[in-house]
Nanobody, 119 residues
Framework: QVQLVESGGGSVQAGGSLKLSCAASHYIFGGCGMAWHRQPPGKEREFVSSISSDGITNYADSVKGRFTISRDNAENMVHLEMNSLKPEDTAWYYC?????????????WGPGTRVTVFS
């Protein structure tokens, strides 16, 4: 059974950096658009960033200039490099696929990885 798995979260001081990773068990998603979403405490899940199978990227206004999404198809992974972190970035982070032709992971989520940013 296919399962998305997020990793790389942790607790950092404001202004610091973290790099998150997303992988899938027994599934090659090189042809799938991928995205990162996050859910802050007490709030609804929100879009953070996406990257298409062709490498086209999009970012939420709140993270533009600070976060960078990338993919390494050889390693079958998607990353989210987060710099200049702010307390408002504190959330659980999840990855998913944005492509309907990837039904095993389209609209599905892994268990998430937690990011905590303190002042």
């Amino acid at each position: 059974q296919v399962q998305l798995v997020e990793s790389g979260g942790g607790s950092v001081q404001a202004g610091g950096s973290l790099k998150l990773s997303c992988a899938a068990s027994h599934y090659i998603f090189g042809g799938c658009g991928m995205a990162w979403h996050r859910q802050p405490p007490g709030k609804e899940r929100e879009f953070v960033s996406s990257i298409s199978s062709d490498g086209i990227t999009n970012y939420a206004d709140s993270v533009k200039g600070r976060f960078t999404i990338s993919r390494d198809n050889a390693e079958n992974m998607v990353h989210l490099e987060m710099n200049s972190l702010k307390p408002e970035d504190t959330a659980w982070y999840y990855c998913t696929s944005t492509s309907r032709w990837c039904p095993d992971i389209f609209g599905k989520w892994g268990p998430g990885t937690r990011v905590t940013v303190f002042s």
